[in-house]
């Protein structure tokens, strides 16, 4: 069985490989398979020429790697140990000359120290040399070295006699000398090295452009057979293919061989009877399609009649039969058309059409049947001298024209009972239709306006009716050709006696003419007038808005006087909006309205500028007139009010600015007013300030701090910082926090309590939050993998949908773990309530980024966020640091925040620590972490390094 088995498996084998050649000699046989054998020859060939030369570029490579790694290196090292020993003898020089015994000391650990640097590189040239004599040099320089440094000894020493420093030098220059025969071995070596490796890749070159050539030759030899195999039967081909397309169907395929050209050939016998076939088939079509021209011809709706050169009817069908009213008989083929004529004579202007020969055989007439039926007869001239007639029935198409006329009196009707006057002109100015809302608006006699008259005439008409007082006529034709010609898409408008105003609006039309439509707009102008009322008017107290108010503000001080400009706005009044709803507060902003009016002197203009703002300018008032105004105003809107059965008790805050003293533009005096209110408001509210210059300098400054801000992003003055974070139990730093610092060119270094605030609010927290973002990524990526760095957040960043995709993109760029990335927050961030921010720190916490809530304890609802959001650390705010050890209830709270911290399992951090005595009573109560000037203040990033060494000395230390 077992026998069987091996023969079976032997005969499939051996039936598989003979069905393999069978494959690969069949291939062989066919064209593609020729060129595959040639593509594989000559891939071959070029395969073996690039392997050498790739072998002879790897050869050379080495000996490259040899002359550089070897020669060049050891030459290098050599050299260094000359540094070195040079650097000995300077110390020993120091050293014999030192009286300090601890320089002494430390001079004999540099030469110590220098030694093993020499004995390194003396090692390694020996290592890296070429040669048997350049290895027996680096040993002659050890033993040179160790010689003079016992001479050293010698000579420190006093009791050694016959020992001074002209026997030193001569110990040392011969250690020159050896190092420089090292020097001079290495380098001879690596000459010998560049020679042989000059020889080897010239040599390998002179392979490559034998083998090149070989290539080449063999390549030619194998095209050439291709070429001979195929070329041959190619043109047999293209022979029989071009007889083939010439038309010549009988022309003889010969056979072909077994590969693509015989199969080609055997196509084209194919093809040749294929093009039989189809022409045949095409005679037959031919014949059919006229079978089915005829039937077209009738079923067509029109008539159709063929004459030839002879005046004979050649072709004609049933419906030019009917059409024409005559028999059938009388349109047979072969009939002359001269015996229709009797049949015609109903329709004389059919048969002139259809019989006579005129020279133009090109004609269109209508004619009208005796039946009553109205046809289109068309004439058309043939190639053979004869025309072809069609004739149509356009009964219907008469019907929608008579159709048509009657629209065109509906249209005539709707003209007469438009809205607007309407006249339409000819090139000539002379008047060609007109409406009668025309003459009603003109109030114009119809009896005298008629077409033909003209525009003058028109006009003449209209002033003898007096529509025009106090003008000419040549004075309204001027305005008319003005309008006409200057303001063709805007309305002239004309003003009557009556007090009526009339919208004029010209049109001209592409033959010269020109259209004039009338409209009465004066409703429509009594109510733009209105609205241009209300544009500068509030809406809700009819008061000035800000538009007039500031035009009053123009007009007083273009006369010169002294002016008082007063800001109001009213205190507690968004509680009043909150509280009892928006119809109470409007109510109240009318109430509060008609008591200004009644405290205010009618000379003053009050304004309400928007929301709970009110403003007024009294010009011709002394300053203490205007405190007085104040003053009452105060006093008059602090009195309870009335509101929609509410009693309701608001106040008022006001700012005042005087001109000129206080300035000469009107927005210049409504923003100093501003500044005034809001210094009113920081005293108390219920009161009234001056504007004071300062308060112009402090804004001032802030605008210079807000440009300043604003180029010092794109000037890169801002720079990082980093304060260590200390592990308590071990000591050790685990990571960083990251203090952003402002290298302002004039104030020197800015640190964040100074400019963060300010661009929050003018928005530039969110890009220079992200720049943050990436540099503390990038400069922690460069740290050990143990060390974390924490990155604060303002509350403005988490506005932004843009901040998951910020951290994402600072973590990919830099390479760093998401976990060694920590976000601090604060309350602040919370207050807003949005679950948007929620949704953001889960982001955050899914990337693998720790959050971490920053100076804990000193919100009012710290507790309640700790649920809202599993936060991994919590941070101890530094005002209760500080007060550790002069104040117990710090120490209390501190251990309430440190219980809390551990049964929720969160890391504690510790900010502001500055002493021992703070530190050690953190330690002993169980506090993580620890930050503060104990350790090290905020610095750079290069000089973490230095400072983590210090720390670890002082750790060692304790």
Known sequence: MLRGRIASVIFNLVSRWRRGVARAASLCMTIRGRILVAFLVMSVITAALGAYATMGIRNAGILVDKTFDESLMSINYARAAAADFAAMRAAFARQWIAADPEMRTALDKEIDKLSASLSGDIKIAAERSQSVRATRAADNVQRAVDAWKGVCERLLDGSKLGVNWETLDRYASKVDDQIDLLVNYTAGDGFLYRQSARATVARDAQLNIAGTVLALVLSALVAWALARRIVGPVAVASNVAARVAAGELDVAVPKGSADELGALLTAMGVMRDNIKAMMDREVAQRRSAQARLADALECSQEGVVVVDANDGIVLANGQAADLLGVPSHLLKPGTPLSQLEPALQGAADAAHLLIRRDKDLQATGETLMADGRWLRISRSPTRDDGFIVLCSDISRLKTQEWSLRQTNLLLDAALENMSQGLCLYDAQNRLEVFNRRFLEIFRLPRDRIKPGISYRGVLEISVAVNNHPGKTIDQLLAEHYEARDHNAMSPYLYDFSDGRVISCLYTPTSDGRWVATYEDITERRQAEAKIIHMARHDALTNLPNRVLFRDKMVQALDGGDALAVMFLDLDRFKGVNDSLGHSVGDALLCAVTARLQRVVPGAATVARLGGDEFAIVHSKISPTETSELAAGIIDALVEPFDVLGHQVIIGTSIGIAMAPADGNEPDQLLRNADMALYRAKAEGRGTYHFFQSEMDAQMQERRKLELDLRKALIAEQFELYYQPLVDVAS???????????????????????????????????????????????????????????AVNLSAVQFRNSTLALSVVSALGQSGLAPSRLELEITESVLLQDDRAVLDALHQFRDLGVRICMDDFGTGYSSLSYLRSFPFDKIKIDRSFVRELGKKDDCVAIIRAVLALGSSLGMITTAEGVETDEQLDILRAEGCMQVQGYLFSRPIQARGIPAMLRQLERHIRAA
């Open 731 to 789: 000591g050790e730093v685990s990571g960083f926090e990251a203090l952003i610092r402002w290298n302002h060119p004039e104030r020197g270094v800015v640190v964040p309590d100074a400019f963060i605030s300010v661009a929050e609010e003018i928005g530039l927290i969110v890009p220079l939050g992200d720049w943050v973002l990436k540099q503390a990524c990038r400069d922690a990526a460069t740290w050990p993998d143990s060390h974390t760095v």
